[in-house]
């Protein structure tokens, strides 16, 4: 008997289909966009990785995996832009990996180290980017359905591997990573998971760093909006304690730092409302290492703040009309540039090196040293006022904010 005519067309569609994805597949296994296979890597092929815009944290983890890190570098899109794991005060550390996710926070960090110490991987020098804006909590409270979707379990290993390897999205990715080789300007990702920014540098040089600074700020602005000037948020200093815990409990070497916020920025923390809470912070995270240190009086954490208003975090923003002049530690007021942060991390490594000009930037925190901190702040902010009025300004900062009196 002969097969009907749409019985055989439904098996043409069938094989045509599978050897598409097949053909798709191998394309996407070959050139290798997300650096997940290692089978072919040449220069001028498909040795520049593209930035990652999915499976951010899966497929970082499995690069960290594989590298078996001796130290590792976490926190949001500041440590992933600002710490190089390359930087010179790293090198005598052995490999490592800046695991950094952005727009993550310390759940996420977390959650990173307990996979690695669950695959045996045990980092001997953790590097922590501690933000305050993920520990206020919301002025608002989150409907129930948002909360939902927030705390929806992420993939499996299974199904993220198989759409990273068979989807449209990877094939785009495959032929975007063709296309960069040669763009020096493009958005990518070392293999040991830095992010250059190398595509601001396009952003600069078109609309210069102006309206980078403003469009980061109103940006910044209306998240401070959203946030509540009465407390922060308890659970997050229960679940830095158990991960400070963690940590302790492999020996690692654990550095906290607070990171070196632009002055615009803290000027947009006062304006909001934010700076009592910004010292509470500060405050309760030494509390909470002294906690851990009481358990393990030998752990090695320490924490160091490099927020301020010195030198470095008060750099001049170009004016409007300067659109040829670049700046020379920060993309804008929410990104600090890898020059800076390689500073930092020559701080946080050795910290009784102070170059010249540094003042107190990078100061470790303690009981004994929280006061003098605050003092070191004022003055800084003193000075950074003296020398730039207008990032202090009530217009300027009313148009950022919506208003004159900060959020509630």
């Known amino acids: 008997m002969t097969a009907s005519p749409f019985k055989s067309y439904l098996a043409v569609l069938a094989l ?29 092929f498909n040795a520049v990785k593209p930035g990652l815009s999915r499976y951010q944290n899966q497929i970082k983890q499995e690069h960290a995996l594989r590298r078996q890190p001796r130290f590792i570098i976490l926190g949001n899109s500041r440590a992933e832009i600002g710490f190089d794991p390359r930087a010179s005060a ?9 695991l950094a996710i952005p727009g993550t926070g310390l759940a996420t960090s977390a959650s990173q180290f307990a996979q690695l110490r669950q695959a045996g991987v045990k980092p001997r020098t953790v590097i922590v980017g501690m933000e305050f804006i993920d520990f206020l909590n919301p002025a608002v409270a989150p409907s129930a359905r948002a909360a939902s979707a927030a705390a929806a379990p992420a993939h499996g290993r299974a199904f993220w591997r198989f759409d990273a390897l068979f989807s449209l999205a990877s094939v785009k990715d495959a032929v975007h990573t063709l296309r960069i080789q040669h763009d020096d300007e493009a958005a990518t990702l070392s293999a040991d998971g830095f992010n250059p920014l190398l595509e601001y540098g396009a952003h600069a040089r078109r609309d210069g760093y102006h309206k980078m600074f403003t469009q980061r700020a109103q940006e910044s602005a209306a998240n401070l909006r959203r946030k509540s000037t009465r407390g922060l948020a308890t659970e997050d200093f229960q679940l830095l304690r158990t991960f400070l ?19 615009q920025m803290l000027a947009m923390f ?25 358990r393990y009086p030998d752990a090695h954490i320490s924490l160091t703040d490099f927020s ?27 990104h ?9 991390l020559q701080r946080v490594m050795s910290p009784q090196d102070v170059a010249p000009g540094d003042g107190q930037f990078g100061m470790p925190l303690d009981d004994a040293s929280l006061e003098e901190n605050r003092a070191r702040i004022a003055q800084e902010r003193n000075s950074c006022a003296a020398a730039q009025p207008a990032l202090f300004s009530r217009q300027l900062l009313a148009t950022q904010h919506g208003h004159t009196g900060g959020s509630r």
């Open 16 to 44: 045509v289909l599978a050897g598409g994805s097949v053909l798709a597949g191998a394309f996407v296994f070959v050139v290798d966009p997300y650096g997940l296979y290692g089978v072919v890597r040449r220069d001028n």
């Open 90 to 98: 790293l090198s005598a550390l052995g490999a490592g990996y800046n």
């Open 245 to 263: 815990l963690a940590m302790a409990a492999t020996e690692a070497d654990i550095k906290l730092v607070i990171y070196p916020y632009h002055a």
């Open 270 to 294: 006062e304006a909001a409302g934010l700076w009592p809470l910004f010292e509470v912070w500060k405050a309760q995270l030494v509390r909470e290492i002294g906690a851990v240190k009481a």
């Open 308 to 334: 301020g208003y010195g030198a470095y975090n008060c750099e001049p923003i170009p004016a409007a009309n300067e659109r040829g002049t670049a700046t020379r530690w920060y993309w804008e007021a929410g």
């Open 336 to 344: 600090f540039k890898k020059a800076l942060g390689d500073i930092v």
